[in-house]
């Protein structure tokens, strides 16, 4: 019988260890979390009083909004020439050379097209025109490109004109 107290007690008190061990674990960890909790306290006070200063930027920023969303507006159905000339000079292969060119703006609602493109030329080669018409038609703002003429009476110097439709240029095209 005391044999069996002893163990019934024994066993009573590494219940209680564990349960004293469980019970120190949760109080540390609910320490930590506390610690944790005014951390982020301070941190977000320290935000919040930064926000305040930037309250004053409230009324400019939606201003330029709503400048940015007219001259959209504004801009939409235009082209955009200066980004137009740049694909233009990076899609134009070497020994072809550009003597002439010609951009139209239409009317809104002309054939659907903003604007039309003359780009007259000479070229190395007939072929160097083909390559070069093949590389115009694989830009995205332009269509119906056509070479109106390609001439050369000798193999030397070909002279060639490019007709094509300009659509809007969306800036992030390219």
């Known amino acids: ?10 066993g009573f008190a590494v219940i209680s260890l564990l349960l004293l061990a469980a019970v120190g674990t949760l109080a540390i960890n609910v320490r930590l979390a506390q610690g944790q909790l005014e951390t982020l306290s301070a941190y977000r006070q320290l935000v919040e009083s930064q926000l305040q200063g930037l309250v004053v930027y409230e ?10 969303r007219v001259k959209e507006e504004i801009m939409a159905g235009q082209v955009d020439w200066p980004e137009l000339l740049v694909e233009l000079g990076q899609q134009t292969p070497e020994g072809v050379w550009l003597t002439d060119f010609r951009g139209q703006v239409g009317k809104t609602g002309e054939n659907g097209s903003p604007g039309q493109l003359v780009l007259r030329g000479k070229a190395l080669d007939h072929l160097l ?3 070069y018409l093949e590389k115009l038609r694989s830009m995205p703002f332009l269509a119906e490109v056509q070479c109106r003429f390609s001439l050369g009476a ?10 094509a439709a300009v659509s809007t240029v969306p800036r992030d095209a390219f």
């Open 59 to 68: 009324e400019p920023y939606a201003q330029l909004s709503e400048l940015y």
């Open 1 to 10: 019988m005391r044999e069996k107290q002893r163990k019934l007690l024994l």
């Open 129 to 131: 025109v083909s390559r």
């Open 154 to 163: 000798n193999e030397s110097e070909a002279q060639f004109e490019i007709q």
